[in-house]
């Protein structure tokens, strides 16, 4: 089923804290969920695997054998989440070259869009050298809850050079830093409504997405 990688040249912009999230989220409404965590610090495949959730399984894995695991895990998962380090372009081509979905995220500053861009060509190079469509989307992460101007600014430099991106973005919340600190979904943690209704939001997002590409496909 879908295989969905989030990948950023740029490290510490919520490709972990997002894919905690989603998956969670996505488990407890009761989808099969399995994470791919591509990131030898393992952070992903630590703290989800210690919120012990029914319908989520984790596993990590190397540019050697991710590929393989993709595969495997598409045949049973109602959705694969692949958490990509901030770094190695090896290990993004492996990954992406078995994803139907890749999530670019972004810190909103004109440093972090470079670097994002940069992740996007890198997409489009394995793109070219698998000769198969692979469909990408920016995501602004960490933005303000009380909206600055960075944020659309961000926006407008990617609309504007004619990228795609997500509608709804990872809000900057403490209650995403608990749920590491707790190894527990938001929807556990007091006070953690905002984000988790911020997640609800780009899961719905997410999941039109996927929608629409399986009708496009049909
Ligand atoms: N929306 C958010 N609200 C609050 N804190 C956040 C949010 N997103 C990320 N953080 C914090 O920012 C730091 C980096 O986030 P995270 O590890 O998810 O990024 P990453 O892109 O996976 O980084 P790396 O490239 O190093 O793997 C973490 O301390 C995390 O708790
Ligand atoms: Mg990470």
């Known amino acids: 089923m879908p295989v969905i990688s989030l990948s950023s040249a740029k490290g510490g ?23 791919i965590d591509a990131d030898p610090r393992g952070h992903a ?31 049973t998962a109602d959705v694969v989440l692949v958490d ?5 372009e090896d290990v993004l081509t492996f990954a992406v070259s078995r994803s139907n979905l890749v999530i ?8 972090d869009i470079t670097d994002a861009t940069r992740t996007w060509e890198a997409v489009a190079a394995a793109s070219e050298a698998l000769d198969r ?7 602004l992460t960490r933005v303000k809850h009380f909206r600055t101007s ?14 795609p991106v997500l509608r709804s973005e990872l809000i900057e919340r403490v209650a995403f830093q608990e749920m590491m600190f707790h190894n527990k979904p938001l929807a556990q943690i007091g006070g ?9 939001a780009i899961l719905a997002e997410i ?5 629409s590409m399986a009708k496009a496909a049909a």
């Open 13 to 35: 912009v919520g490709k972990t804290t997002l894919t905690t999230a989603l998956g969670a989220a996505w488990a407890l409404r009761g989808e099969a969920v399995h994470v």
């Open 192 to 200: 953690a409504d905002g984000a988790a209704a911020n997640v609800a």
């Open 45 to 75: 495949s630590r703290h989800l695997g210690a919120f012990g959730l029914d319908h989520l399984t984790v596993e990590t894995a190397t540019k050697a054998t991710i590929v393989r695991q993709i595969s495997a895990a598409r045949t």
């Open 104 to 111: 670019l995220p972004t810190g909103p500053s004109a440093m």
């Open 84 to 88: 990509l380090p901030g770094a190695g």
């Open 133 to 139: 469509h692979i469909q990408a989307v920016f995501m």
């Open 150 to 163: 960075v944020a659309s600014h961000a926006r407008a430099q990617l609309e504007g050079a004619g990228f």
């Open 207 to 211: 999941e039109d997405i996927l929608a």
